[in-house]
């Protein structure tokens, strides 16, 4: 008697839940759940650790319409009086920590329960997730269509359920889906007041890839005697499933892109997920990808935390939808789609950085090689740097990498180079993306945990800007780290020397406004320059009459010596030229014109 077919299941799966997952081709169990649908139906409280793409989630989705149809209609053989669940009440709710994957959940739910019979009492899932629709309108929903389960994420979840409108005294069933990150500082108050809602007679399972992260925070959800269940790949020495290959390639910093581009017009795959590290860099490159090489073999998607939820979903859903022969599709995004997100056909993962947390790793490329399909995950490292460290350094967590050789970019690198610079100066706009997107990336390094390995005083500054396409380096902290006898001169990284006040934003209304701005701006300079100048006077002739000629001595010292260490600082960061200092200022200008640019960038980040 195999353990894995659902016909052996104890308790008996209702006969509709049971038609229904034959007739989705789900001929049985995977080894995950066939460990924990037995627990989770009846009784026990669940933690569950398995790798990516083995079948969490019907195993948390099983048992919560199992609970569900005992409810609405009584347990399997049991005779039963079954009382009507009371308006505003409802039965499960299952938490995720992005909107996509609560959409890919309800998805999971609704295509199972199109198998009721007629004449039974539907059972509906509602997704309740902020910006898609407003909190007023979830709640009319749930009151008029008696959803019995919610789909959601922290925030929108947190809102419904602390409405006089919903109660709930009947929730039997919680699960918590990516459940370490559901428990990090970003979602902990949510997701605990979220519980503290429920009943305390109610089950909980929580489910991840990398559980363990979680450490003991999983004891704050109101676990009662839980039962653990880990699954780990056939080899027990790896954490990544046996179906994923995963490699890494060193790579020269300035060619990461050229290599990108290479790679995926060269390599064999269907559907491909490519990690960037910031919502910017996404912005940025995915134009760049698209405008500049227009390459007809690939169709490109670029997804982020700063694109509308409904855009997100429907860029995700052509993604999935994807399935012309002539192309290759490609869904560039940062960590947003790392977690849980399933499409079968992903067949290679390239990550451009690795992620600034290390479980993210696994997520990230457990995107392919899903249910025992062939799948390749890339992570490019920098090459001569302490970025090669990565590889020991995820061997401890289990994580095996060999390594692929590094793809020949010597034709299509001084191609690519001279088309993205072509670009940059066509827009002074699109120069500043370039700007916004640097910053954020180094901004995004600064965050590696392994900070040991990713390290800031030894980043290869000038080999990523260049990456980035900038035509000068931007003026920033961490300029510090770059060897004196390697920062090039006036931080130009072209040997073209532009004009900054007569690079031109290319829509022109903007324009306009820049050149009144630079005008106002030397106007002001002028008379700030006049005014200073007077008042320089007017002390003069004061301290003439006043100081002695040793107090005045004194104080020229003092101005030489704060004149030769401001000299000595300009010096050590790389620049004393006055049109540098202008761009930079240039620049400062501009941020703080525009507010909240540095903000941008930081949000950019964590909006992820
Ligand atoms: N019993 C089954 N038989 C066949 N295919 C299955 C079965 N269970 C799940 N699958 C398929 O396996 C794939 C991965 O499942 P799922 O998304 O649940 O993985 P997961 O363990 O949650 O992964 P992750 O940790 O990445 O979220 C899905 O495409 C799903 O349809």
Redesign the pocket.
């Known amino acids: 008697m195999s353990t894995l077919l659902w016909e052996n299941l104890q308790p008996v799966l209702h006969p509709w839940l049971y038609e229904a997952?034959i007739s989705l081709?789900?001929?049985?169990?995977?080894p995950?759940?066939a460990s924990t649908i037995p627990l989770f139906s009846k009784n026990k409280d669940v933690i569950v650790e398995?790798?990516?793409?083995?079948?969490?989630?019907?195993?948390f989705v099983v048992p919560v319409l199992q609970h569900v149809s005992n409810r609405l209609y009584g347990s399997v053989g049991a005779e039963e009086q079954v009382v009507p669940l009371k308006k505003g009440h409802f039965l499960a709710i299952v938490v995720a920590p992005t909107r996509e994957?609560a959409s890919?959940i309800k998805d999971?739910f609704d295509r199972i329960v199109e198998y009721l019979p007629e004449g039974k009492t539907p059972i509906r899932t509602q997704l309740v997730v902020g910006s898609l629709s407003s909190t007023r309108q979830n709640l009319e929903d749930f009151l008029g269509s008696r959803n019995q389960i919610f789909v959601g994420t922290p925030g929108r979840l947190n809102e419904i359920l602390s409405s006089s409108k919903v109660s709930t005294l009947s929730v039997e069933v919680a699960v918590l889906?990516?459940a370490d990150r559901l428990l990090d500082l970003s979602f902990e108050t949510e997701v605990e007041s979220i519980l503290k809602m429920l009943p305390k007679q109610r089950r909980t399972g929580l489910?991840?890839?990398t559980l363990s992260a979680a450490g003991d925070r999983v004891f704050r959800t109101g676990l009662m005697n839980p039962v653990r269940i880990s699954v780990q790949s056939k080899s027990s020495k790896r954490a990544a499933p046996t179906s994923l290959s995963i490699q890494y390639m060193l790579v020269d910093p300035e060619r990461k892109l050229s290599t990108f581009r290479g790679l995926v017009k060269e390599y064999r795959f269907k559907k491909c997920i490519a990690y960037f590290p910031t919502c910017a860099s996404v912005k940025f490159f995915y134009e760049i990808l698209t405008k500049v090489f227009q390459d007809e073999d690939l169709k490109l998607f670029s997804l982020h935390g700063q694109i509308s939820t409904s855009n997100r979903m429907k860029t995700l859903q052509s993604f999935v939808d994807g399935d012309s022969s002539e192309k290759k599709y490609i869904l560039m995004t940062t960590d947003v789609a790392a977690?849980?997100?399933?499409v079968?056909d992903v067949d290679l993962v390239v990550q451009l950085e690795p992620p600034t947390d290390p479980d993210m790793f696994l997520?990230r490329c457990?995107?392919t090689g899903?249910?025992n399909k062939i799948g390749r995950a890339l992570v490019f490292l920098n090459k001569d740097s302490t970025e090669e460290d990565y590889v020991p350094f995820m061997e401890v967590k289990k994580v095996e990498m060999s390594e692929m050789d590094t793809f020949n970019t010597d034709k299509i690198h001084p191609i690519m180079s001279e088309k993205i610079k072509k670009y940059m100066l066509e827009d002074r706009a699109r120069h500043e993306a370039a700007v916004k997107a640097y910053v954020g990336f180094v901004r995004y390094y600064q965050k590696h945990i392994a900070s040991s390995i990713f390290r800031l005083q030894s980043l290869d500054y000038l080999g990523t800007a260049r990456m980035y396409g900038l035509l000068r380096l931007p003026k920033m902290p961490e300029t510090r780290f770059i060897p004196s006898e390697k920062f090039p001169q006036d931080g130009w990284l072209t040997d073209l020397k532009l004009d900054m006040d007569t690079f031109a934003y290319a829509d022109k209304d903007k324009e306009r406004v820049r050149l009144e701005t630079l005008e106002e701006t030397k106007a002001k300079l002028i008379k700030d320059a006049k005014t200073r100048k007077l008042l320089k006077k007017k002390n003069e002739s004061w301290s003439s009459k006043t100081e002695t000629k040793d107090a005045k001595a004194t104080r020229r010292e003092k101005q030489q010596k704060k004149r030769d260490a401001i000299q000595q600082q300009i010096m050590e960061e790389g620049s004393s030229d006055e049109d540098t200092q202008q761009d930079w200022k240039d620049m400062l200008r501009q941020n703080k014109k525009q507010k909240t640019a540095a903000l941008a960038v930081q949000g950019s980040f964590d909006d992820l």
Do not use: W
Request: aromatic content about 6%; hydrophobic content about 30%.
């Open positions: 997952l081709e789900y001929p049985a169990m995977t995950v759940q398995s790798v990516t793409g083995s079948g969490k989630t019907l195993s994957l890919q999971v889906d990516e489910y991840s890839a977690r849980g997100i399933d079968p997520h457990g995107r899903r249910a």
